[in-house]
């Protein structure tokens, strides 16, 4: 029978038996605006508390290769499946895109769930969509749940926000671009990989991002307790993916024993709901505009101050 | 005639031209007027930077090869082609191989299944080598074998059966593909990352200069580049950009550029652009000479010549009207005649849907002999040579593909080789292509271009005639043969010699030929060979750049 | 959240390494507004099936330059069938217009043979996806 015709709960019903299709087909619920909130709303109260990690990092540094490794070794080892959401960009011009994350991360896709998602109009490098295909891989018992980002050029910085452990995926021959992006790359960077370690140059990246922590600890920019170690890696063969499993546990820990987690968690929750409300209020904002036309002509004649118009009307926006 | 050419240079042309035999056909026209053997200014064909040819006399002396390839079902059929085209007067083999052959697979893999000696011949061990020669002395012909992932096993297969079969190696005449880089870009039949796969061409063209001096390593292809939809120009600086990266590479294990330089050859598309062709095809010429003298610090001239082979343009043949690609194959084949070309395949014009059918691929044939011997175009060396528009399309075709070089340049910082493969790894070649071939594609769908019989001139369309297919007989009887193989040979020899190659593999200062023919004399398949280096190497997926 | 958007997985199944046309139609799709999934060279079966549960896809597109597609799109729709997926399957490639209604009879929800124009291309995924969205919603259990 057609997936199509089933309701949230029916979906989030299949998919608990590992009906991987019905997974599929809740992730396309959860990324459509007509569907999303239903989603969101059978979902919150089941989170197991998985584990998101951030991968971010600029285009071609090697970010989806890495995944592809770190997942493979996390399905040998973790008792939980792993998922991840791999995040293109959507063409500004049609609003399609070309997803092509997922070739480097086939020969997992049959234990790890892989699911590629366009930004559909959202900068920063993520989509608005992520938070709920996080929350139902989550509900369904996927941990961690690793998102890798646009890699647009810049950091991006709305990842953490996203994510519980950010890793910063750099390749050798990108001096100029950290010592460019020195304090986004500090602000956002939980873990550093140094990727195709087997070319010529990764020692001095990893150099030049070493004084760069140095540089931020004497300042006193960065946290004293937790400093961002720095990872090696090859990912055509994946040797330290081990290594950068264990620096994610390690953060991971780091994040409960110091209640950086909590805080984080907080934010996000903050970050979540603040968005919400600002889109219902700019929906109320307009709905107002549009009904009520005559503290408006009165504004436009002059015969009240647009302060007082818009207190007028404040009591509607909020009750709308 | 005119004012008829002099000069030291002219002089030094006369010299070689007269040194040289000459075909036994007047040098006239149809009407009986006699024509010279050249016309214009120097340089003169045979002379440095060669653009107007390679040779001084040309087509007087020797017409084009005329090649078409052999390889179908299993290696006796094809083996009983070989005889008969021998019997016939010819003395070079062409071997096309099967799909599983080319990606280093055994025909009992499961991605075989439907594949098995349909679009060439298929070898999965020596056995079928020696099938595929038998009854050949090897010390006679000249065989040319297109491929290229697995290259190494089958050129070791190929020097096991000449071993066992008495004759000396160093008599071993012929070509083999072997053209990696392009892979990557076009043809996408790789097996390893592109760094350990460039060890192994350089240990092939080390092996072939120690052992095997009459022998071509490499022929440096633009063919497929252009087939996945390049222009012409990036058709010419991609394959060239190659050719420096092979000669870079081998000049780093400490080469002599005037030895190896000498058995490098090439192979071009001739699409439907008469003139961007030709021109084309002569800044070919004068690029590779240029670049081999001045940066490569060859010194032989022989060294410095882009010799090639050419094939009409598979993509430009429809599946509509299928009839009328005869036509574009004649224009085709035209423009590799007057670029100079050392041999030509004239497509078939029902390829577009099928391999081609015998009669399909007599016309095919027909029709390239017929440009040479009926059109007089063959008596006059480089005969559009000085005309004005065919300068400057040479002159264009040289200047943008020296931009491309200078991208990878820069890319690989200072080395065309590096160059390469950043451009590999980070989808440069890949997406070129892919936009010059959208960009195509939607003028077509625009119709600001015209394509005869598919956006315009539509009416008349009988469909497509009788297709060739082939039955699957072959693939039972390969597998059994295959079976038989693997029962009747050494199992311990088989594991010890995959052993070994894997342990070579792992030193990149062992030359891996001498551990793959071991592997090959000792029956293992082609499958077991890739596999053994494959532990060592790892596998390459391409970038999803579209 | 957004608009909802027809997803679509495009790969070439086993060795056949023919990848110009697949490229021109993953950008004439994802230009229609598509939001195309690339595998790109060397799939299997199994890889295409995996792909098209985990991104939920609305068809898949296969790309044939080998004359296998008698072979290879009959164990696609087996493949299909046999993991339940009412997913359209499209093929795309040297196809003869002799073979078209074996493949269609056979399953395959639409062929692009060579020469299909942009416009061709776009209805002929949009049809595929809409007929099964069809008879996916008109069935019994509807609601
Ligand atoms: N030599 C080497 N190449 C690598 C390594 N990791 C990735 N690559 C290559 O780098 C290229 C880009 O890799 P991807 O994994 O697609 O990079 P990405 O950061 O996900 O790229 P986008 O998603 O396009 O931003 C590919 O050609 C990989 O094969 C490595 O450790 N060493
Ligand atoms: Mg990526």
Known sequence: MSLRKLSVEQLLERASTGHRGALGRLLTLAENSATSEAVTEATFGLSKAAHIVGITGSPGAGKSTMVGQLVAHLTKDSQTPPAVLAIDPSSPLSGGAILGDRVRMMDVDDVAFIRSVATRGHAGGLAMSVPGCVRVFDAMAYDPVIIETVGVGQVEVDITAAADTTVVVVSPGMGDAVQANKAGLLEVADIFVVNKADRPGASDTRRDLDLMLDLSHMTGQEDTEYRPPIIMCNSLVGDTVGEIADAIDTHKQYLQSSGKGVERRAGRARFEVANRLRQQFEANLEGVLDSDTRVLTQAAAGQISPLAAANALAEQVLRF | MSTSPSGPEYDAWKEAYDATKKRDVPFETMSGVPVDAVYGDAPYPGQYPFTRGVHASMYRSRLWTMRMFAGFGTAEDTNARFKELLRSGSTGLSTAFDMPTLMGRDSSSPWALGEVGRAGVAVDTLADMEDLFADINLGDVSTSMTINGPAATVLAMYVAVAEKTGVEVNQLRGTIQNDILKEYQAQKEYIYPPRPSMRIVTDMVKYTTAKMPMFNPVSISGYHIREAGSTAAQELAFTLANGFAYVEAALAEGQDVNEFGKRLSFFFNSHSDFFEEIGKFRAARRIWARWMKERYGATDERAMLCRFHTQTAGVSLTAQQPEINIARVAIQALAGALGGTQSLHTDSYDEALALPTEKAARIALRTQQIVAHETGVTHVADPLGGSPYVEWMTDEMERQAEEIFAHLDDLGNGSILEGCYVGIENGYFVGEIADSAYRFEREVNAGRRIVVGVNDFTEGDEGEGELLRIDAAVEDYQLKRLESIKQERDSDAVAASLTQLTADAADPTINLMPAILEATKAYATLEEIAAAMEKEFGTYVEKAIV | ?143
């Open chain 3, 1 to 143: 959240m957004s608009e909802s958007r027809i997803r679509v997985v495009l790969a070439k199944l086993g060795l056949d390494g023919h990848d110009r046309g697949i490229k021109v139609v993953a950008r004439i799709l994802r230009d229609a507004g598509m939001e195309v999934i690339y595998l790109g060279l060397r799939q299997t079966t199994d890889s295409i099936i995996a792909a098209a549960e985990q991104e939920d896809a609305d068809a898949i597109g296969l790309s044939m330059h080998n004359a296998g597609h008698l072979t290879l799109a009959p164990s696609m729709l087996h493949a299909l069938k046999d993991a339940e997926m009412d997913v359209p399957l499209v093929i795309g490639g040297i196809i003869p217009t002799q073979d078209v209604d074996e493949l269609l009879s056979a399953g395959v929800s639409g062929v692009i043979g060579p020469g299909a124009s942009a416009e061709e291309v776009v209805d002929i995924v949009r049809t595929a996806v809409a007929a099964v969205a069809r008879s996916s919603e008109s069935g019994p259990e509807a609601g």
